[in-house]
T-cell receptor
Framework: KAGVTQTPRYLIKTRGQQVTLSCSPI?????VSWYQQTPGQGLQFLFE???????NKGNFPGRFSGRQFSNSRSEMNVSTLELGDSALYLC????????????????FGSGTRLTVV | AQSVTQPDIHITVSEGASLELRCNYS??????LFWYVQSPGQGLQLLLKYFSGDTLVQGIKGFEAEFKRSQSSFNLRKPSVHWSDAAEYFC??????????????FGRGTQLTVWP
């Protein structure tokens, strides 16, 4: 069974550009969450999608957005990139967000390393 | 608000020695608790989780953790560390209700170094 797949693995962008990251969840998983990991702030929740709807959102500016498709694949977009957006972006999938008891929590992908120069 | 504290930023142990990584959480209701491990350049791998029931939880790779409600702690233990255990370990609490249901709050992590 394939795990959570994130593409690309590495990305270098220039300040002011925008970027789109992709996440394919485990087959059958319908919930996708995104986290940002930086040395300064640690792991921070960005948002969660379930059935193509954003169910939960963290404290990030509107430059950070996402969406989920009917096949549960998700993309996140960051517009007008800033140097501080350099981070490892992790995607996690689960069966559903409201059944932690039965879905063994969240399975994480290997992440996309974004460097903004 | 939920929060997680991992008091030890860096721990060094010798191979074969026992290990305990500390985790304290703040949450008003019964928490869902997790330990994840991250190797350099990789994502997070789930070691074990606690939802309810037996407070001593067994995980993968020989790890276990004990939930102590009175101390708001969920410490991770391993009786004998292997060199391959060197990695960063994250404790997380999951909200069980309300608008933050499903969201994970992570500690800042503990970096484990293992001496041969």
């Amino acid at each position: 069974k394939a795990g959570v797949t994130q593409t690309p693995r590495y990305l270098i962008k220039t300040r002011g550009q925008q970027v789109t990251l992709s996440c394919s969840p485990i087959s059958g998983h319908r919930s996708v969450s995104w986290y940002q990991q930086t040395p300064g702030q640690g792991l921070q929740f960005l948002f969660e999608y379930f059935s193509e709807t954003q169910r939960n959102k963290g404290n990030f500016p509107g430059r950070f957005s996402g969406r989920q498709f009917s096949n549960s694949r998700s993309e996140m977009n960051v517009s007008t990139l800033e140097l501080g957006d350099s981070a490892l972006y992790l995607c996690a999938s689960s069966l559903e967000p409201y059944k932690l008891r039965t879905n063994y929590g969240y399975t994480f992908g290997s992440g996309t390393r974004l460097t903004v120069v | 608000a939920q929060s997680v504290t991992q008091p030890d930023i860096h721990i060094t142990v010798s191979e074969g020695a026992s290990l305990e990584l500390r985790c304290n959480y703040s949450y008003g209701a019964t928490p869902y608790l997790f330990w994840y491990v991250q190797s350099p350049g990789q994502g997070l791998q789930l070691l074990l989780k606690y939802f309810s029931g037996d407070t001593l939880v067994q995980g993968i790779k020989g790890f276990e953790a004990e939930f102590k409600r009175s101390q708001s702690s969920f410490n991770l233990r391993k009786p004998s560390v292997h060199w391959s255990d060197a990695a960063e370990y994250f404790c997380a609490v999951g909200a069980g209700r309300g608008s933050t249901l499903g969201r994970l709050y992570f500690g800042r992590g503990t970096q484990l170094t293992v001496w041969p």
